[in-house]
């Protein structure tokens, strides 16, 4: 079965800087998704940034990019100009393409935005 | 699109009591899905639909807990007895039908258990 860890629990990062939040997964699987989903304080879960496993090119979404390192089975997320509002427990989640579409999702980490 | 809708979004409840949690997925979606959150097991898939089937149910904790999707529009998460330990936030999420994009997910119920 898949795994995800985010060995992160917390961390904090001045406003305007740049923070990286890490993700490393197990799988025996060669395609696949992988996620990264925000949970702010009002419980909801948004979708950050999606990024398939045989895209070499990482992807990107305004102020939110992934390093994903294939070979290493790494997609760290870097919030570039932290904002107040990305304050929020960030979750790394895996989705094979085999079978049911399930999410796997890590343990989150929780990210504070110090003004 | 108003989202996935839940309902209730607090639910208190005591000991021994059935409760039924609610989700209305976006016109559309053909996958529903419901999670559990706690701080102790993070996001757990409880149960996955397809096209208002259930697929895969082996994250269903115990025979206490029962899902239901009568139609495309509506599901339906059950747990009678209700017990402490069954305290958590309760997600629904749906998507299209491979999934790849992610899901969305509702506001969730978070559920307490005296």
């Known amino acids: 079965a898949q795994t995800v860890t985010q060995s992160q629990p917390e961390m904090s990062v001045q406003e305007a800087e740049t923070v990286t939040l890490s993700c490393t997964y197990d799988?025996?699987?060669?395609?696949?998704?992988l996620f990264w989903y925000k949970q702010p304080p009002s419980r909801q879960m948004i979708l950050v940034i999606r990024?398939?496993?045989?895209?070499?090119q990482n992807a990107t979404e305004n102020r939110f990019s992934v390093n994903f390192q294939k070979a290493a089975k790494s997609f760290s997320l870097k919030i570039s100009d932290s904002q107040l509002g990305d304050a929020a427990m960030y979750f790394c989640?895996?989705?094979?393409?085999?079978?049911?579409?399930?999410?796997?999702f890590g343990q989150g980490t929780r990210l504070t935005i110090n003004p | 699109d108003a989202g996935v809708i839940q309902s209730p979004r607090h639910e208190v409840t005591e000991m021994g009591q059935e409760v039924t949690l609610r989700c209305k997925p976006i016109?559309?979606?053909?996958?529903l899905f419901w999670y559990r959150q706690t701080m102790m097991r993070g996001l757990e898939l409880l149960i996955y639909?397809?096209?208002?089937?259930?697929?895969?149910d082996s994250g269903m904790p115990e025979d206490r807990f029962s899902a239901k999707m009568p139609n495309a529009s509506f599901s339906t998460l059950k747990i009678q007895p209700s017990e402490p330990r069954d305290s958590a936030v309760y997600f629904c999420?749906?998507?299209?039908?491979?999934?790849?994009?992610?899901?969305?997910f509702g506001s969730g119920t978070r559920l307490t258990v005296v």
């Open positions: 999420a749906s998507s299209l039908s491979m999934g790849d994009y992610g899901y969305t």
């Open positions: 799988t025996s699987e060669s395609d696949y998704y």
């Open positions: 990024q398939e496993a045989y895209k070499q």
């Open positions: 989640a895996y989705m094979s393409k085999k079978g049911a579409q399930k999410l796997v």
């Open positions: 016109s559309g979606h053909n996958s």
């Open positions: 639909f397809n096209n208002n089937v259930p697929i895969d």
